[in-house]
């Protein structure tokens, strides 16, 4: 029904940036709390940002001041937008969010499939 779908990962030397976007697309009615997680091998995967419909936003503390997460309504797309990445940045990052479904009653979870975010020089 409803499908996130992730790009802009890739190889990235340390100070570099990149964009990450996600995009949500079905039949979707509307779309609440929005986030980027990632995991890295051997690792459990955490939350990176947050940004609910209202446009609050919630970063983890290791991404403050370098991570910035927005959306864009009107496309169904929230963006990450990394800035002075370092190398234990590297991870695969996983879109998330709380989307209702138009014809559903409840609001599902839904993971997108992952983009690959390598850091090195």
């Known amino acids: 029904q409803v499908q996130l779908v992730e790009s802009g990962g890739g190889l990235v030397q340390p100070g570099g940036s990149l964009r990450l976007s996600c995009a949500a697309s079905?039949?979707?009615?509307?779309?609440?709390?929005m986030g980027w997680y990632r995991q890295a091998p051997g690792k459990q995967r955490d939350m990176v940002a947050t940004?609910?419909?209202?446009?609050?936003?919630n970063y983890a503390d290791p991404v403050k001041g370098r991570f910035t997460i927005s959306r864009d309504d009107a496309k169904n797309t929230v963006y990450l937008q990394m800035d002075s990445l370092k190398p234990e940045d590297t991870a695969v990052y996983y879109c998330?969010?709380?989307?209702?479904?138009?014809?559903?009653?409840?609001?599902?979870?839904?993971w997108g499939q992952g983009t690959q975010v390598t850091v090195s020089s």
């Open positions: 998330n969010a709380d989307i209702g479904y138009i014809y559903g009653l409840n609001i599902k979870n839904y």
């Open positions: 940004i609910t419909n209202g446009g609050s936003t």
């Open positions: 079905g039949s979707i009615n509307s779309i609440y709390t």
